[in-house]
């Protein structure tokens, strides 16, 4: 149901972008604009809301120290990811106990792989930049870097379809 749904929303998109935009425009979009990518934007949007509300909810409901909110609200923002990604945009195979754990696993290393890009991105970048300003565009940057990766390592890595 949620394919159907996500195909009509891709149509209607597309149907109004064709009367606004360039041929060329439209064809790129009609490539890259699939469910697959729809919903993973979309579940990363709710990722990203339930890292920072559960990091709000625990910092002021259960007045955790911050550095110790942010680890939890990452871990249950990873972990929604996990699942949201698995059952939902790239549909799973994995059968048995063995490959959900390998699953499990290579979904996390990726994840580790994007904190760490994200990390030396900031570390080599920011030096370079001169305002707040420039140095939160230089986030958005490699945040939308990350973005990207963590998808394909999703796709390719993490939920790639076992072999039968």
């Known amino acids: ?8 929303f891709i149509d209607f998109n ?24 729809v919903l993973y934007i979309f579940f990363g949007v709710l990722t990203t809301i339930v890292n920072i509300g559960s990091f709000a909810i625990i910092t002021s409901c259960f007045k955790l120290e911050e550095n ?14 996990y699942f949201t990604n698995k059952d939902l945009v790239f549909h799973s195979e994995a059968k048995n106990l063995k490959e959900k754990t390998i699953e499990f696993f290579k979904f996390i290393a990726g994840r580790a792989f994007t904190m760490v890009v994200e990390f030396v991105g900031g570390f080599l970048l920011f030096p370079l930049c001169h305002t707040s300003i420039q140095k939160t565009i230089m986030k958005l940057f490699v945040t939308v870097i990350v973005i990207i990766l963590n ?11 076992f072999k039968k």
Do not use: D, H, W, Y
Request: proline letters at 2%.
């Open 1 to 8: 149901m949620i394919k159907n749904v996500t195909q009509k």
């Open 14 to 37: 597309l149907k109004i972008s064709g009367k606004i935009f360039p041929e060329k425009f439209n064809n790129l979009l009609k490539k890259f604009l699939t469910v697959e990518v």
């Open 68 to 81: 110790i909110s942010n680890a939890i609200a990452i871990i249950l923002a990873v972990l929604f990811a």
């Open 151 to 161: 998808f394909f390592i999703s796709k390719f890595f993490a939920f790639r379809k």
